[in-house]
C-alpha cells in the first residue's frame, strides 16, 4: 500500500547502457518529481511535471528524460550512462499549488561501473 | 537567489544528550515555506516539519522542537534527549510559495550520529 514506489531499488549497470527508472503514486497527487541524491547526500531537483506536464527541467543532462504517462506515473528514462550518474533517485509527489510536504519514494539507488 | 546552509556536517553526541541542528536560509520572497526531513540509515526521507513564513511561533513534538526566527533567517532544530534511533541525516529545506512548483531547495545536511 506504498504512497510512492519506486522499481528498481537497485540498478547496477555498465557505463554507456541505457536505463529506466519507474515511479508510481497512488495519492491522487497532479504534480510529481525526480530528485537526485549524490554521494555527498546532496539532494537537487531535476524534473517536475505537473499533470504529465513538465514544469521543471534543472540543469539536468539531455541523457536525462523523464516520461509521464499520466499523473499517477512519472518514469525516468537515461541514455549512455555515465559514472556520474551512480546516484540516489527520489521520486516525490504534491498536490496542486503546493504549500506542503513531498512525498518521496524509497529512492533508486543507480551505480555506473 | 535561494539557498539553504547548515553548516553543520556531522555531530556526535551520547544518547540522552540535548543537540541542535542549525538552518540559515536565503531568499527574496515574502512568502515561503520551511521544511525539516529526516533520511535514516535506511535511506528513505521523512517529513518532520513544515513552517511557513508567517507562522514564528516554535513548536514542540515530543523530544523535538523547533524554533524560527526570521530576524536571523534561521529555523533550527532540537532533539531533546536524544536516542540512537535519531542517528540519521537531517535536511533542512526552502520552497517558496510564489514559484508554485513544489521545488525544494535541501541544505547540505547534517549527519547525527547519537552512541549510546
Known amino acids: 500500500d506504498t504512497a510512492v514506489s519506486q522499481t528498481p531499488k537497485y540498478l547496477v549497470t555498465q557505463m554507456g547502457n541505457d536505463k529506466s527508472i519507474k515511479c508510481e503514486q497512488n495519492?491522487?497527487?497532479?504534480?510529481m518529481y525526480w530528485y537526485k541524491q549524490d554521494s555527498k547526500k546532496f539532494l537537487k531537483i531535476m524534473f517536475s511535471?505537473?499533470?504529465?506536464?513538465?514544469?521543471i527541467n534543472e540543469t539536468v543532462p539531455n541523457r536525462f528524460s523523464p516520461k509521464s504517462p499520466d499523473k499517477a506515473h512519472l518514469n525516468l528514462h537515461i541514455n549512455s550512462l555515465e559514472l556520474g550518474d551512480s546516484a540516489v533517485y527520489f521520486c516525490?509527489?504534491?498536490?496542486?499549488?503546493?504549500?506542503?510536504?513531498?512525498?518521496f519514494g524509497e529512492g533508486s539507488r543507480l551505480t555506473v561501473l | 537567489a535561494q539557498k539553504v546552509t547548515q553548516a553543520q556536517t556531522e555531530i556526535s553526541v551520547v544518547e540522552k544528550e540535548d543537540v541542535t541542528l542549525d538552518c540559515v536560509y536565503e531568499?527574496?520572497?515574502?512568502?515561503?515555506?520551511l521544511f525539516w526531513y529526516k533520511q535514516p540509515p535506511s535511506g528513505e526521507l521523512v517529513f518532520l516539519i513544515r513552517?511557513?513564513?508567517?507562522?514564528?511561533q516554535n513548536e514542540i513534538s515530543g523530544r523535538y522542537s523547533w524554533n524560527f526566527q526570521k530576524s536571523t533567517s534561521s529555523f533550527n532544530f532540537t532533539i531533546t534527549a536524544s536516542q540512537v534511533v535519531d542517528s540519521a541525516v537531517y535536511f533542512c529545506?526552502?520552497?517558496?510559495?510564489?514559484?508554485?512548483?513544489?521545488?525544494?531547495?535541501f541544505g547540505q545536511g547534517t549527519t547525527l550520529q547519537v552512541k549510546p
Open positions: 495519492l491522487g497527487h497532479d504534480t
Open positions: 531568499t527574496r520572497d515574502t512568502t515561503y515555506y
Open positions: 529545506a526552502l520552497s517558496e510559495v510564489k514559484s508554485n512548483t513544489g521545488k525544494l531547495i
Open positions: 513552517r511557513n513564513s508567517f507562522d514564528e
Open positions: 511535471y505537473n499533470n504529465k506536464e513538465l514544469i
Open positions: 516525490a509527489s504534491s498536490p496542486i499549488g503546493y504549500t506542503g510536504e513531498l512525498f
